[in-house]
């Protein structure tokens, strides 16, 4: 037998393990090892009923994901599950799918193969290809409308979401859950349906017509994609596919979703949504910190400021079971603090996301005070106060007076150097950033800043925190704004030059929101606040290069009391429902900055707003790349997609400018510094080196990595 899947006889049943790890992933090998193992157990006389379970932590994770790079590359010719499914579903002695931990994609599909499927109460299954930009492409849009009904199949299948045991045993996907030991109850299960062969998966025509009405199914989930799929292809295809199989035959419905298949697959999408997959994995590795790094145990946390973002923090603390003081200056700011998690909590719970016992409980682990009482305590102490060098080095003084040796000194700060903050303490090996993104109880990316004496230890213990606060943690070097705030200076710069230049801010924020962000940037500086930049513009206006071009509009708006959402109006005027408008008080300043400056004013196309917003991205993410702010093209991207609402579809900004390719933008990037000057748009000399030599950014991170691995 295959060294991937063993068999064994338990008396009469006998026992298929599928043994890949760490997510038994359907790599080659391992569907032929399943094949051989039901064919060994239909030959032996002694076996009346078989059980294919997962060893491990999982069932199977679904079709080797690694391998769609080397199908598109002409390495391999395809994923050939469709007949080793047909077999398994063939087999004359009834199949028993024990499934616990994930069955997932192609994990749910060979599932389904199987005449009965029985769970643990914690298993999940679901269709997640979407999330990968393909659909299932082993029958998964075929036979899960035949199990679970066209509405279920249609929801699993374009939306991706797994569901749990027991909405799988509502649906019809599985027929017990299994109490205690799985494989005892499933073997158990198999003696009781021994010489029962129920009838095949893809026999099964009886749910195909739904009682609703198909029609109505169809054009409801193809609204809800378009809406909250935005722009993206797969959850669109996979409806085609789930359609296919209510109108054709189960072998012609089959071929119909390979199309679709492969046309998903060999999409760019499905590249960048594969490239979003593993970089989330990839950003973890950190190459000189060694995974046996000692780990702090972080039980109890402390932070300073109740603010925007010292509430959302002090929520990912008690959301992660972590109990956590939160210190504020004042009794009506840390009522106000206080108040604002209260409501967000009870937001969630008329929402129906969780109890009210559970927003107690959670309610119950954050303690509000306006004194450093319990901080010696803590084992991580995050401060989120204002943003200005010489508030946060007193406070730093403060906490590192208070705190215990081993304590973690935090701070949210999105722009100041943490190596300066660290220089206020007796210990700056245990000072690091931990710059959260607004709102920070929903975003999930955390920067984590490294400075210049931060310890390894202290880093492992963030990065591991991270994932425990349920973040995308990525590791920056110290820098003013770090990754993503550096960056998006460079971006927000542009959209402004071009608002001066001639097109009106909501041009420029349709143009991006056309492009796919979740929103423009002059929409999201009035989220955000406009008063936040001109702060930090006025604490580095020291830094400011004479004769380089700076914006003016979003100080002029602030001279006038504009900003953003939180006084009614900003770049916009909003109403009361939050709705923005254009203001031709906007208009005016914008016409009075240029002609004050001497701006030309012109006709700009949505062509250029792209370009000159997504390639300065491009240019600075080079940039920090080479002076190895970050680790890894992919650690911009996950920036990115985790903390500014890139489209994940796209890949990320680096990503991106690899699929456009790097010649290309660098050839604008060129034309832009002949027009705006070397001091804006100098190429970044990496992006040239990798232009010239036909390389893209992902191709540097491969070197590298293969570099360091030698
Ligand atoms: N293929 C290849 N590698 C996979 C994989 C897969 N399907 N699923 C996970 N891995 C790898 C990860 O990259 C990671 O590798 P690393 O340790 O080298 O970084 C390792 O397995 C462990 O994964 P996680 O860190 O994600 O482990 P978790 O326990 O946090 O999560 C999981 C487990 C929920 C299964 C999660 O890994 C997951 O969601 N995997 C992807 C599931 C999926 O998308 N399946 C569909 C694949 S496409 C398909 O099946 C097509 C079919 O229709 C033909
Ligand atoms: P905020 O103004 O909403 O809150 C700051 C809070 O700190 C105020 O409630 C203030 O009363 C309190 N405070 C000031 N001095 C204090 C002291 N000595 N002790 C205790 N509390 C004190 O500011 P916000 O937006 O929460 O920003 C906090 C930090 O987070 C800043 O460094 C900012 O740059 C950073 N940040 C902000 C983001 C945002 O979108 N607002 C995003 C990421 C980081």
Same mark, same amino acid.
């Given at each position: 037998?295959?060294?991937?899947?063993?068999?064994?006889?338990?008396?009469?049943?006998?026992?298929?393990?599928?043994?890949?790890?760490?997510?038994?992933?359907?790599?080659?090998?391992v569907?032929?090892?399943?094949?051989?193992?039901?064919?060994?157990?239909?030959?032996?006389?002694? =076996?009346?009923?078989?059980?294919?379970?997962?060893?491990?932590?999982?069932f199977?994770?679904?079709?080797?994901?690694?391998?769609?790079?080397?199908?598109?590359?002409?390495?391999?010719?395809?994923?050939?599950?469709?007949?080793?499914?047909n077999?398994?579903?063939?087999?004359?002695?009834?199949?028993?799918?024990?499934?616990?931990?994930?069955?997932?994609?192609?994990?749910?599909?060979?599932?389904?193969?199987?005449?009965?499927?029985?769970?643990?109460?914690?298993?999940?299954?679901?269709?997640?290809?979407?999330?990968?930009?393909?659909?299932?492409?082993?029958?998964?849009?075929?036979?899960?409308?035949?199990?679970?009904?066209v509405?279920?199949?249609?929801?699993?299948? /374009?939306f991706g979401?797994?569901?749990?045991?027991?909405?799988?045993?509502?649906?019809?996907?599985?027929?017990?859950?299994?109490?205690?030991?799985?494989?005892?109850g499933?073997?158990?299960?198999?003696r009781g =349906?021994?010489?029962n062969?129920a009838?095949?998966?893809?026999e099964?025509?009886?749910?195909?017509?739904?009682?609703?009405?198909?029609?109505?199914?169809f054009?409801?989930?193809?609204?809800?994609?378009?809406?909250?799929? *935005?722009?993206q292809?797969?959850?669109?295809?996979?409806?085609?596919?789930?359609?296919?199989?209510?109108?054709l035959?189960?072998?012609?419905?089959?071929?119909?979703?390979?199309?679709?298949?492969?046309?998903?697959?060999?999409s760019?999408?499905?590249?960048?949504?594969?490239?979003?997959?593993?970089?989330e994995?990839a950003?973890?590795?950190?190459?000189?910190?060694?995974?046996d790094?000692?780990?702090?145990?972080?039980?109890?946390a402390?932070?300073?400021?109740a603010?925007?973002?010292?509430?959302?923090?002090a929520?990912?603390?008690?959301?992660?079971?972590?109990?956590?003081?939160?210190?504020?200056? /004042?009794?009506?700011?840390?009522?106000?603090?206080? /108040?604002?998690?209260?409501?967000?909590?009870?937001?969630?719970v008329?929402?129906?996301?969780?109890s009210?016992?559970?927003?107690?409980?959670r309610?119950?682990l954050?303690?509000?005070q306006?004194?450093?009482?319990?901080?010696?305590?803590?084992?991580?102490?995050?401060?989120?106060?204002?943003?200005?060098?010489?508030?946060?080095?007193?406070?730093?003084?403060?906490?590192?007076?208070?705190?215990?040796?081993?304590?973690?000194?935090?701070?949210?700060?999105?722009?100041?150097?943490?190596?300066e903050? /660290?220089?206020?303490?007796?210990?700056?090996?245990?000072?690091?950033?931990?710059?959260?993104?607004s709102?920070?109880?929903?975003? *999930?990316?955390?920067?984590?800043?490294r400075?210049?004496?931060?310890?390894?230890?202290?880093?492992?213990?963030?990065?591991?925190?991270?994932?425990?606060?349920?973040?995308?943690?990525?590791?920056?070097?110290?820098?003013?704004g770090?990754?993503?705030?550096?960056?998006?200076?460079?971006?927000?710069?542009?959209?402004?030059f071009?608002?001066?230049?001639?097109?009106?801010?909501?041009?420029?924020?349709h143009?991006?929101?056309?492009?796919?962000?979740?929103?423009?940037?002059?929409?999201?500086?009035?989220?955000?606040?406009?008063? =936040?930049?001109?702060?930090?513009?006025?604490?580095?206006?020291h830094?400011?290069?004479?004769?380089v071009?700076?914006?003016?509009?979003?100080?002029?708006?602030?001279?006038?009391?504009?900003?953003?959402?939180?006084?009614?109006?900003?770049?916009y005027?909003?109403?009361?429902?939050?709705?923005?408008?254009?203001?031709?008080?906007?208009?005016?300043v914008?016409?009075?900055?240029?002609?004050?400056?001497?701006?030309?004013? @012109?006709?700009?196309?949505?062509?250029?707003?792209i370009? *000159?917003?997504i390639?300065?991205l491009?240019?600075?993410?080079?940039?920090?790349l080479?002076?190895?702010?970050a680790? @890894?093209?992919?650690?911009?991207d996950?920036?990115?997609?985790?903390?500014?609402?890139?489209?994940?579809? *796209?890949?990320?900004?680096?990503?991106?400018?690899?699929?456009?390719?790097?010649?290309k933008?660098?050839?604008?990037?060129?034309?832009?510094?002949?027009?705006?000057?070397?001091?804006?748009?100098?190429?970044?000399?990496l992006?040239?080196?990798l232009?010239?030599?036909?390389?893209?950014f992902?191709?540097w991170?491969?070197?590298?990595?293969?570099?360091?691995?030698?």
């Open positions: 037998m295959s060294e991937l899947v063993d068999f064994t006889r338990h008396g009469e049943i006998g026992v298929v393990t599928i043994n890949n790890p760490p997510v038994n992933a359907l790599s080659p090998g569907p032929e090892g399943i094949v051989a193992a039901i064919e060994a157990a239909e030959a032996d006389p002694e =076996v009346r009923a078989i059980v294919v379970i997962g060893g491990g932590r999982t199977i994770a679904g079709a080797d994901i690694k391998e769609f790079g080397k199908i598109t590359s002409g390495e391999r010719p395809r994923l050939s599950l469709y007949a080793a499914l077999h398994i579903e063939d087999s004359k002695k009834p199949v028993v799918m024990a499934i616990h931990g994930t069955a997932f994609g192609g994990g749910l599909e060979v599932a389904m193969s199987g005449h009965y499927r029985v769970a643990a109460p914690t298993a999940q299954v679901g269709q997640p290809e979407v999330k990968l930009g393909i659909i299932p492409g082993a029958a998964g849009t075929q036979r899960l409308p035949r199990l679970a009904g509405a279920k199949a249609v929801e699993m299948c /374009a979401e797994p569901i749990d045991a027991k909405s799988a045993l509502a649906a019809g996907i599985v027929d017990k859950i299994i109490e205690g030991d799985l494989l005892t499933a073997a158990e299960f198999a =349906v021994a010489g062969l009838l095949k998966t893809r099964r025509n009886e749910k195909l017509q739904d009682a609703s009405g198909n029609t109505a199914i054009a409801l989930a193809r609204e809800q994609a378009r809406k909250t799929r *935005r722009g292809k797969a959850p669109l295809a996979a409806i085609d596919a789930v359609e296919a199989a209510t109108r035959n189960f072998s012609d419905g089959c071929d119909r979703e390979a199309e679709i298949f492969r046309v998903c697959l060999f760019t999408q499905s590249k960048a949504l594969i490239h979003g997959f593993f970089g994995r950003v973890s590795k950190i190459p000189d910190i060694p995974k790094t000692k780990i702090y145990d972080i039980r109890r402390a932070i300073i400021g603010g925007t973002m010292g509430g959302g923090i929520m990912n603390y008690a959301n992660a079971g972590i109990p956590v003081i939160v210190k504020e200056a /004042a009794q009506d700011a840390l009522d106000r603090g206080l /108040a604002i998690i209260r409501k967000n909590y009870e937001n969630s008329k929402k129906g996301r969780f009210q016992d559970l927003m107690d409980q309610m119950a954050i303690t509000p306006l004194t450093y009482s319990g901080f010696e305590q803590a084992d991580i102490i995050v401060e989120a106060v204002f943003e200005g060098m010489a508030l946060k080095k007193q406070i730093f003084g403060e906490m590192d007076k208070i705190a215990k040796p081993d304590c973690i000194l935090a701070s949210n700060t999105s722009t100041l150097s943490i190596d903050i /660290a220089s206020a303490t007796s210990r700056p090996q245990m000072v690091i950033g931990h710059h959260f993104f709102p920070a109880n929903v975003m *999930r990316l955390l920067e984590i800043v400075g210049a004496q931060t310890s390894k230890e202290v880093i492992a213990t963030s990065m591991a925190l991270a994932k425990k606060l349920n973040k995308v943690g990525v590791l920056a070097g110290n820098c003013r770090f990754i993503g705030n550096r960056m998006i200076h460079c971006y927000g710069r542009e959209a402004q071009l608002v001066e230049e001639g097109a009106a801010p909501e041009a420029v924020d143009a991006i929101y056309e492009f796919g962000l979740a929103m423009g940037p002059l929409a999201m500086g009035d989220l955000a606040g406009l008063d =936040v930049g001109w702060r930090i513009r006025k604490e580095f206006k830094l400011e290069k004479p004769g071009r700076v914006p003016h509009v979003a100080d002029e708006l602030c001279e006038l009391g504009r900003y953003g959402q939180k006084t009614g109006k900003g770049w005027k909003y109403d009361e429902n939050r709705k923005p408008s254009p203001d031709p008080e906007v208009t005016a914008i016409e009075k900055v240029a002609k004050q400056y001497g701006i030309e004013r @012109r006709s700009i196309s949505n062509e250029e707003i370009e *000159r917003t390639y300065a491009v240019n600075e993410g080079a940039r920090i080479e002076e190895g702010i680790l @890894r093209a992919v650690d911009i996950i920036v990115y997609l985790n903390g500014y609402g890139f489209p994940a579809w *796209r890949g990320g900004p680096m990503f991106y400018a690899d699929t456009v390719g790097l010649d933008v660098l050839a604008k990037i060129e034309e832009f510094e002949k027009r705006h000057g070397s001091d804006l748009w100098a190429p970044a000399p992006l040239k080196k232009a010239a030599a036909g390389k893209t992902e191709s991170d491969k070197e590298k990595e293969s570099a360091a691995g030698a």
